[in-house]
């Protein structure tokens, strides 16, 4: 796919403030600090376009970016920061789940895991309840670039245990390498 426009349209934390023009969208999901917004900007190729912080925890709305007029990539907060009070952490929850339960133009759900590590068990909670909610789910590894290639293979495999009924792609956003895979990965 060639991206030839995208844009920050809303931060939302309502869900009478989701979009309501019907366009398809792609929602990006993962831990805090896995790298999400960097994955946006790389696959984009706009350096600022989501915001990106190394403190885990910033992102706290649902983030809309238009895709080529067409569709819509829904930047998540992310899950598991355990510095959230807990009435943050009921937020997140809420509002999640309120995205996930009143949108019936979700055409697809993209799951972060760090390739580095195996899968924390809220990871594991995510995909199960994502799979439970029918919606099409891929799993990207982010930040293979701090893997050799036989740390890879062998995380690829733990992984593909773990989630068996998805399709993985092992990514590094800081290194760009299989930029067209990924693009054809998540926009297929």
Not at 66 to 95: C, H, Q, T
Not at 119 to 148: C, G, H, Q, R
């Amino acid at each position: 796919m060639f991206i030839y426009d995208s844009k920050f349209i809303k931060s939302v934390v309502k869900s009478e403030d989701f979009p309501n023009d019907g366009l398809k969208e792609i929602a990006i999901v993962g831990r805090s600090n896995v790298g999400k917004s960097s994955l946006i900007n790389s696959m984009l190729q706009r350096k600022r376009l989501a915001k990106v912080s190394s403190t885990p925890g910033k992102t706290r709305t649902l983030n809309f970016f238009l895709i080529n007029n067409l569709f819509y990539l829904v930047d998540l907060p992310g899950y598991g920061y355990a510095k959230l009070s807990k009435s943050e952490r009921n937020s997140w929850k809420y509002m999640v789940e309120s995205y996930f339960d009143n949108r019936a133009c979700i055409d697809k759900v993209i799951l972060l895991i760090d390739s580095r590590h195996a899968p924390f068990e809220s990871d594991i909670v995510m995909y199960d309840w994502i799979n439970s909610l029918k919606y099409k789910l891929d799993i990207i590894a982010t930040k293979s670039d701090k893997l050799s290639y036989s740390q890879i293979k062998k995380n690829e495999q733990v992984f593909k245990k773990q989630f068996s009924r998805s399709n993985i792609l092992f990514y590094s956003s800081l290194k760009n390498y299989n930029r067209n895979e990924l693009l054809n990965f998540v926009f297929s």
